[in-house]
């Protein structure tokens, strides 16, 4: 009988995870182990490629184990933490060092005085990104500027995104990237399929030290027999919010969803064509199959589920996640409180990596229901942000599908339709980045022809309505424009 499984990594920033699916898209089974964040001072975040190998390493065994063996995973498919770099030894695999995590924002001078140069322009238009600390070129950049075992690596030093780390390790040597994930490098021009040698030299990265950039579907290489007992395929690869983007079902030109993760992802299908934004989103590669690219239109947001991991490991305002949905339910309205999550700078559409977080509004009635409740309709308010630029760049959303653990909570579900205004379809299975890879892993093995066919591995959807005056959802956007103005002019 034919190998009828497909294993999932699913690299993220606080965990990683083996999953493993049928190809009819249902879940048999999850290993998961948590990742430890370092935060060396304000501004810096690192992860240990190590434990990412290791702990990876692990909950694939254990799904591959319950799975009855090698033999039985048709193909693996990966998803990752994107922009997050890590540097290698080419010959044994091992980190020279830390892995600078995308929420780093060490590189923030280097990328100011590139604007100031008049240079932002030329890189919009060759990447579709804009120069910022989150991308991957600086942080190489960077790397070899001021870690001096990476630069005495000379032949053997190997850069790479996490998947690109990850494959490296798997297959014993092949290095390799995604389209997906190269595009967020601002390395890789969005309309060529190489590294681009002008951004090469504008962030001093040699390109010999640089993966292929290959398809997200396809044959991607093999394990090496020694870590599974047999090699598996490795059939398909994309950064998180593509991944998720697929999962989703967003196959055709408008189609839009929202991740809310660590941060917050939104990107709508754009086609064959590569967007060009004029109001601050991205650009990017949303997956690309036989050489041919579909690109999407994307806006970021740097904190959302890490907002309520704050408030329940560092200020103790909740003891649960599950708790802030509690809290929100039990005041009537805010209290006149806002919360600007800027804890790790601003991304889309204002971009402000120097941005610091803000309550406003506090008074001796607010409570700590009150300052919950604003954390959680920040969610809402910075979607509705970036509804406005997208819908200023010619995409207007008619409805968002939403995604990652944060969705879980009723309460901001039906308050992202209040303050969108527009219906908002909740999946009954939440995990559509793992999906989304497995359906690039189905095509890429040649289970299914196409996403479209793939799509079949995909559950029903749960839609919430809009359900507040328009004066009530004005008076609440009003008050959020307001307290950011007060963020920005700092």
């Known amino acids: 009988m034919a190998a009828q499984q497909i294993l999932v990594i699913d690299e993220g920033t606080t965990s990683t995870r083996a999953m493993l699916f049928g190809v009819d898209g ?55 933490q994107r922009e997050t770099i890590v540097a290698w030894d080419k010959r044994n695999g ?13 590189t923030a001078k280097m990328c100011d005085e590139l604007k100031a140069k008049g240079l932002e322009s030329m890189v919009q238009a060759k990447t579709g990104l804009l120069l910022d600390p989150y991308f991957s070129g600086s942080k190489i950049g960077w790397m070899l500027k001021n870690w001096p075992e990476v630069g005495a ?76 007992g047999a090699p598996i395929a490795i059939c398909g690869s994309a950064g998180d919010q593509q991944a998720a983007t697929i999962g989703q079902a967003c196959l055709d030109v408008g189609q839009t969803k929202a991740t809310f993760g660590t941060g917050a992802f939104i990107l709508t299908n754009s086609g064959e064509t590569a967007p060009r934004s004029e109001n601050r989103l991205l650009s990017t590669v949303l997956y690309q199959w036989n050489g041919k690219r579909t690109y999407a239109l994307e806006g970021s947001v740097f904190v959302a589920g890490s907002l309520m991991q704050w408030l329940r490991d560092e200020v103790r305002l909740i003891s649960y996640a599950g708790e802030s949905e509690e809290l929100a339910r039990s005041v009537d309205d805010n209290g006149g409180v806002y919360l600007v999550p800027a804890l790790s700078g601003l ?123 328009a004066s009530g959802r004005n008076l609440r956007i009003e008050g959020w424009n307001k307290a950011m103005q007060t963020v920005l002019q700092d």
């Open 347 to 469: 991304g889309a559409p204002h971009w402000k990596a120097d941005a610091t977080a803000a309550i406003s509004g506090l008074s001796f009635s607010t409570t700590k229901a009150h300052i919950v409740r604003a954390a959680l309709e920040a969610m809402a308010y910075q979607c509705h942000d970036l509804k406005t630029a997208f819908s200023a760049d010619g995409t207007d959303w008619q409805s968002l599908r939403i995604d990652g653990g944060m969705v879980a909570n009723d309460w901001m579900v039906q308050d992202l339709a209040d303050i969108l205004d527009i219906p908002v379809e909740r999946p009954e299975f939440f995990e559509t980045t793992a999906l989304g890879a497995a359906m690039l892993a189905a095509v890429g093995s040649g289970i299914y022809e196409s996403l479209g066919d793939a799509s079949v591995m995909i559950t029903g959807l749960e839609t919430y309505h809009p359900d507040i005056t």
């Open 94 to 106: 091992e980190p020279l060092c830390k892995a600078i995590v995308w929420q780093d924002r060490r």
């Open 26 to 80: 249902k879940l048999h089974g999850s290993q998961q182990e948590e990742l430890q964040q370092y935060y060396p001072s304000a501004g810096l975040v690192e992860h240990d490629a190590t434990e990412i190998w290791d702990k990876t390493l692990r909950c694939c065994q254990k799904m591959i184990e319950q799975a009855g063996g090698a033999e039985k995973i048709a193909a693996i498919g990966i998803t990752n």
């Open 153 to 228: 690596a000379g032949d053997n030093l190997a850069f790479g995104t996490i998947e690109s780390y990850l494959i490296f390790r798997l297959t014993g040597g092949t290095h390799i990237t995604d389209a997906s994930n190269a595009s967020r490098t601002m390395l890789m021009a969005l309309d060529e399929n190489d590294w681009d040698d002008e951004l090469l030299r504008l962030f001093d990265v040699p390109r010999k030290t640089l993966p292929d950039i290959v398809d997200c579907a396809g044959d991607l290489g093999k394990t090496s027999p020694a870590l599974f």
